[in-house]
């Protein structure tokens, strides 16, 4: 007896280089200043256009900004769940929210503008919103920190302290 034997495969009726030929290659030895799927290939090194080089103090927002949200995360599990396990009040966010915007500089500058201030704004903002979302009373509260983020992801400094004693203020009302 013997076994069965697969149909042969036919022979293919182009290959892959005949179907998408190379660009033609400049003297140089590079492909035409194209790349992939024939586009264009610009010079990151070409004279008479300046590289734009950000900014350490920049560099430390950003750090700062994604260092805040591994804050807020963490002190939104500290307080999201109270001994016997059930969710917190919107009560207690806005009593926290105001514990930390009370721990922030008065004042904001370059030198105080740190990757652990910035983190423990982002945290009062996030429990703001929190208590926001669970109570209308701390709608002002929320208005007044998201403010402050505001103008913190824009650094303005004198912008974010007048939005931080705004806050302050709400809290003091609350």
Do not use: H
């Not at 103090?57 to 949200?69: H, K, P």
């Not at 030198?111 to 919103?129: H, P």
């Not at 913190?152 to 400094?157: A, H």
């Amino acid at each position: 007896m013997t076994t069965p034997q697969p149909p042969e495969q036919p022979a293919p009726l182009f290959s892959p280089q005949q179907a998408w030929p190379a660009p033609a290659a400049a003297p140089d030895g590079d492909p035409a200043g194209t790349g992939p799927l024939g586009t264009p290939v610009t010079d990151p090194a070409q004279p008479g256009k300046p590289r734009r080089k950000l900014s350490p103090l920049l560099l430390a927002a950003t750090a700062g900004a994604l260092a805040g949200a591994l804050v807020i995360g963490a002190i939104w599990l500290g307080t999201a769940l109270d001994g016997d396990g059930s969710a917190a009040s919107a009560d207690s966010d806005a009593r926290a929210a105001c514990d930390v915007f009370d721990r922030v500089p008065d004042t904001w500058q370059q030198e105080t503008f740190t990757q652990a201030n910035t983190a423990r704004l982002q945290a009062g903002v996030a429990l703001a919103v929190a208590a926001a979302e669970q109570d209308a009373r701390y709608r002002a509260l929320a208005a007044e920190a998201q403010r402050a983020q505001q103008a913190m992801v824009g650094f303005q400094l004198d912008a974010i302290a007048a939005q931080v004693r705004s806050a302050r203020s709400q809290c003091d009302d609350l």
